[in-house]
């Protein structure tokens, strides 16, 4: 069983910033791809950004490319999602995910945190 503890969420004015990290269980998480999700109010679970096991690949979501950094401490066995520029949109739980590679569909990942807050003012 593959335990995720997000955390880093909080409240932030628009074009602030914030760093979120997710803490895994488990001595394989440096063979784990890892993603990052967030869902809003009423909608639906979208894809953030992922990242292969080695850090050699990365993959982000249109709205958040160039705003957005995922990156990874595999001896620490945690994953983090740099935000910069923050918008009102990117108000969301955010998810951290594992699975087997990098990848935007949900269905590739078999493991999911509880989800942090994150509320962007404007």
């Known amino acids: 069983q593959v335990q995720l503890v997000e955390s880093g969420g909080g409240l932030v004015q628009a074009g602030g910033s914030l760093r979120l990290s997710c803490a895994a269980s488990?001595?394989?998480?440096?063979?784990?791809?890892m993603g990052w999700f967030r869902q809003a109010p009423g909608k639906e679970r979208e894809f953030v950004a992922t990242?292969?096991?080695?850090?050699?690949?990365?993959d982000y979501t249109d709205s958040t490319k160039g705003r957005f950094t995922i990156s990874r401490d595999n001896p620490k066995n945690t994953v983090y999602l740099q935000m910069n520029s923050l918008k009102p949109e990117d108000t969301a739980v955010y998810y951290c995910?594992?699975?087997?590679?990098?990848?935007?569909?949900?269905?590739?990942?078999?493991?999911w945190g509880q989800g942090t807050q994150v509320t962007v003012s404007s």
């Open positions: 990242i292969s096991a080695s850090s050699t690949s990365t």
């Open positions: 995910a594992a699975g087997r590679r990098i990848s935007f569909r949900e269905s590739d990942y078999n493991y």
């Open positions: 488990g001595r394989t998480f440096s063979s784990t791809a």
